[in-house]
C-alpha cells in the first residue's frame, strides 16, 4: 500500500489548508482501515493529530480540538485533514497514516510552515 499526501506548503496565521492524503489500496481495504494524520515538528517527535476508523468515528489530540476536521471518502481512498485557524506552532511534517489489521502504513509526508 502507498499513501501520497499533498496540500501542504506556506500557510499564513489563521489559515486553513487542506490536506489529503490518497491510498493505492483498493476500496475495500481502505474502507476497513484506520485512518490517521501524525505531524512532526522541527526538533520534536512524531505525535498523532486525528483518526478516524471505518465507521466514522473521530478522534482529535487536544492541540488540535476544535480547528481540525478529519473526513473520508472511501469511494476515492482518500482521508483528508481540513485544518482552520493556524497557528505557527502547527509547522509540521504531517503524514498520513493507515492502520489496516495491524499493519501500519506511511505517507512521505507533507511539510506545512505557518508564517505570515
Known amino acids: 500500500v502507498q499513501l501520497q499526501a499533498c496540500g501542504g506548503g506556506l500557510v499564513q496565521p489563521g489559515g486553513y489548508p487542506r490536506l489529503s492524503c490518497t491510498a493505492s489500496?483498493?476500496?475495500?481495504?481502505?474502507?476497513?482501515?484506520?485512518m490517521g494524520w501524525y505531524r512532526q515538528a522541527p526538533g520534536k517527535q512524531r505525535e498523532l493529530v486525528a483518526r478516524?476508523?471505518?465507521?466514522?468515528?473521530?478522534y482529535y489530540a487536544s492541540p488540535v480540538k476544535g480547528r481540525f476536521t478529519i473526513s473520508r471518502d472511501n469511494a476515492l481512498s482518500t482521508v483528508y485533514l481540513q485544518l482552520n485557524s493556524m497557528k505557527p506552532e502547527d509547522t509540521a511534517v504531517y503524514y498520513c497514516?493507515?492502520?489496516?489489521?495491524?499493519?501500519?502504513?506511511w505517507g512521505k509526508g507533507t511539510l506545512v510552515t505557518v508564517s505570515s
Open positions: 478516524i476508523t471505518m465507521g466514522g468515528g473521530t
Open positions: 497514516n493507515m492502520d489496516y489489521y495491524a499493519r501500519n502504513y
Open positions: 489500496a483498493s476500496g475495500n481495504i481502505f474502507s476497513t482501515a484506520l
